[in-house]
């Protein structure tokens, strides 16, 4: 994600009579506190990006990733006026919007079942990247080593 002044590039590609794709996250998208009040703790989510020069660049397009929220936008993580997201997240992928993301039909809060147009909500951008990382043998309680091999 980038924000930067679009006119004059715009321009510029008009003149060379080139096409580009690009797509902007109006002020609409933004939750107000209704919206953010009305939302639940877990909800469908998108990042969007081109992380680590991941993208297809034959389409000039980027990658989207499908994940849910962690912890509730609602609330402050730890104090800290951030969230967390469950989602298959590359490094890289600093700046990468993140919306919920629901198409025709979604719950709300209080489990109703909203039939309605699609629902995009901007909650906020990746700004970190926590890394599990896990070595030594895989292991199963209920089976011997030799049965794993």
Not at 109 to 137: C, K, P, T, W
Request: charged residues 20%; proline residues 7%.
């Amino acid at each position: 994600m980038a924000v930067l002044p679009l006119d004059p590039l715009l321009q510029e590609i008009e003149k060379r009579k080139l096409s580009v794709f690009y797509c902007t996250l109006c002020q609409g998208l933004i939750p107000n506190e209704n919206i953010l009040n009305s939302i639940s703790a877990i909800e469908d989510i998108i990042m969007v990006g081109y992380p680590n020069g991941i993208w297809d660049e034959k389409n000039n397009m980027p990658i989207v990733r499908r994940g849910i929220t962690a912890t509730s936008p609602k609330y402050d993580y730890r104090g800290n006026p951030i969230f967390l997201i469950d989602c298959a997240v590359f490094p890289g992928s600093s700046g990468s919007p993140v919306m919920i993301y629901n198409q025709g039909a979604y719950k709300d809060q209080r489990g109703n079942i909203n039939m309605s147009n699609d629902r995009l909500i901007f909650l906020g951008v990746v700004y970190r990247l926590l890394i599990h990382e896990a070595y030594g043998e895989i292991e199963n309680p209920h089976m011997s080593p030799k049965e794993l091999s």
